[in-house]
T-cell receptor, first 119, second 113 residues
Framework: AQTVTQSQPEMSVQEAETVTLSCTYDTSENNYYLFWYKQPPSRQMILVIRQEAYKQQNATENRFSVNFQKAAKSFSLKISDSQLGDTAMYFCAFMKQGNSGGGADGLTFGKGTHLIIQP | ETGVTQTPRHLVMGMTNKKSLKCEQH?????MYWYKQSAKKPLELMFVYSLEERVENNSVPSRFSPECPNSSHLFLHLHTLQPEDSALYLC????????????FGPGTRLTVT
């Protein structure tokens, strides 16, 4: 079984600052995906960024980037030039990849980090 | 909007009631999921459907009964719930269970009294 740990229940930064959210995971799988999902106060969960474990290059999406350390089983999210609209719960999630279909096990989520961007 | 809709958005029910949650996806996906989101706990996978067949049931109590009549619709039938079942119930879909990205609906906030 996989576990995902987010050790920061809440973080608060000023607008335009850079913030890093941490995530560690535990698995015996070698092939898997990692995700960061954002859940704004409206509650609709949306995908922020994803990383395939076989890729060494860190994923980036505009102001969002990850630091993926496979050996350390670490997957942090960096948000640059933070904006008020970034205020949300952020969830780190894991999904294994396999012949039976990684999605049959669904996503394993961490407890989330509540990020508050202050004006 | 993610292309996944859920109704109702809020539901209050007594422990002896029977109600159903509905999820619809407009993305042409073949896999659909139910998750439970409780306060202070990680999201928990409840059920997975692929091409209308259930492929995963994560030891969910029988008072929760899923139904997937076609690949676009997913229901969660509720009966004789307990107060601890109060939570946000999220539906998600993906192209299939071998594809990584899941798209989530807005959720149904369920309160059991």
């Amino acid at each position: 079984a996989q576990t995902v740990t987010q050790s920061q229940p809440e973080m608060s930064v000023q607008e335009a600052e850079t913030v890093t959210l941490s995530c560690t995971y535990d698995t015996s799988e070698n092939n898997y995906y990692l995700f960061w999902y954002k859940q704004p106060p409206s509650r609709q969960m949306i995908l922020v960024i994803r990383q395939e474990a076989y890729k060494q290059q860190n994923a980036t999406e505009n102001r969002f980037s990850v630091n993926f350390q496979k050996a350390a089983k670490s997957f942090s999210l960096k948000i640059s030039d933070s904006q008020l609209g970034d205020t949300a719960m952020y969830f780190c999630a894991f999904m294994k990849q396999g012949n039976s279909g990684g999605g049959a096990d669904g996503l394993t989520f961490g407890k989330g980090t509540h990020l508050i961007i202050q004006p | 909007e993610t292309g996944v809709t859920q109704t109702p958005r809020h539901l209050v029910m007594g422990m002896t009631n029977k109600k159903s949650l509905k999820c619809e996806q407009h993305l042409g996906h073949n896999a659909m999921y139910w998750y439970k989101q409780s306060a202070k706990k990680p999201l928990e996978l409840m059920f997975v459907y692929s091409l209308e067949e259930r492929v995963e049931n994560n030891s969910v109590p029988s008072r929760f009964s899923p139904e997937c009549p076609n690949s676009s619709h997913l229901f969660l039938h509720l009966h004789t719930l307990q107060p601890e079942d109060s939570a946000l119930y999220l539906c998600a879909s993906s192209r299939d269970t071998t594809f990584d990205e899941q798209y989530f609906g807005p959720g149904t906030r369920l309160t059991v009294t």
